[in-house]
């Protein structure tokens, strides 16, 4: 059997050939941009890429709110634009006319050389492919035929591959990459000067921003409070609830500890009426004793009296 393997590599200088085709350039751009109207803004930049004959390839709203910042961001989206490569600068104007530009970062990746490449790749497997098209009809043995077709497979699966990375660089190439971020906010972010600002001019930009973070705080606060008054209204109901119990069960200490105070006077109250009475009992005893010894000693002095006489 021959060998049937081939030469897959091209003759071409490839990069004489990049630099009289057309350059293969892959166009990607970033975008932040900032709107007071974002409802209008995302449906104006959806359809003017529409319009130009481009598409969305991917979208992602939030629709949440924060409001314990100044400059807070009530919605943002974030969404990924194909747009025609000879409509990108036409685009990119038409966005800028209807927001604020945060920041921008554009970015263009030559590929021609690798394009070329391909190409010439896929060029050169081609033409084995055919002669081994040839060599197959001409096969005069199953082993020659089995090797043959194993070198067409490879061969095949190589030109699947190229022309999907082909036509993978003629999307890119044709159709630049848009991805925008968009941010709702109340105000818009100033531009950076171009020289510092002056001494007075600093104090001033300090003390306006200063008043609006306190307006906004304020602001905020109210807002915040509005908002909250139902988880106020249970904080305050379950605050006294818990007062009153509190104070119930100190009363029913103060009350307990009142009958224990009562219960006790009334006890040495009876013990100081016993102790009286027995002091009383003790006296009269102690009376009854002595007038007894007196009318004892009247007695004996009588006699005595009587039997002198």
Excluded at 9 to 29: G, H, P, Q, W, Y
Excluded at 102 to 111: A, F, I, L, Y
């Amino acid at each position: 059997a021959g060998d049937y393997s081939g030469d897959t590599s091209s003759s071409v200088d490839i990069e004489e050939t990049a630099t009289s085709t057309n350059r293969k350039l892959i166009k990607t751009v970033d975008l932040t941009a900032e709107t007071k109207s974002f409802d209008t803004l995302l449906d104006s930049v959806t359809s003017t890429c529409n319009s130009m004959g481009g598409y969305v390839e991917s979208s992602n709203i939030n629709n949440g709110s924060r409001y314990n910042d100044s400059t807070y961001f009530k919605r943002t989206a974030y969404i990924v634009l194909r747009i025609p490569q000879n409509k990108l600068q036409s685009f990119l104007d038409s966005v800028a006319t209807n927001c604020n530009i945060v920041r921008k970062n554009e970015n263009v990746t030559d590929v021609t050389l690798s394009y070329v490449d391909l190409e010439s790749h896929k060029k050169a497997l081609k033409g084995e492919e055919e002669r081994l098209l040839e060599f197959l009809s001409a096969a005069e043995s199953i082993d020659e035929m089995i090797t043959i077709e194993d070198r067409l497979t490879s061969i095949r699966y190589q030109l699947e591959s190229m022309e999907s990375q082909l036509r993978t660089y003629d999307n890119k190439i044709d159709y630049s990459t848009v991805s925008m971020q968009i941010d709702e906010v109340k105000e818009y972010k100033p531009a950076e000067p171009e020289e510092e600002p002056g001494f007075w001019e600093q104090i001033s930009t300090g003390f306006v921003d200063s008043l609006k973070q306190v307006g906004n705080g304020l602001k905020n606060f109210v807002i915040w409070f509005i908002v909250n008054i139902p988880y106020l209204v249970v904080f305050v109901v379950v605050i006294t609830i818990i007062i009153l119990i509190v104070r119930k069960v100190l009363n029913m200490y103060n009350k307990a500890d009142g009958l224990k105070a009562k219960r006790a006077e009334k006890k040495a109250q009876r013990e100081a009426k016993k102790a009286e009475m027995y002091r009383l009992k003790r006296e009269q005893r102690e009376r009854v004793r002595q007038e007894r010894e007196r009318q004892a000693q009247e007695r004996q002095q009588e006699k005595k009296n009587e039997n002198g006489q």
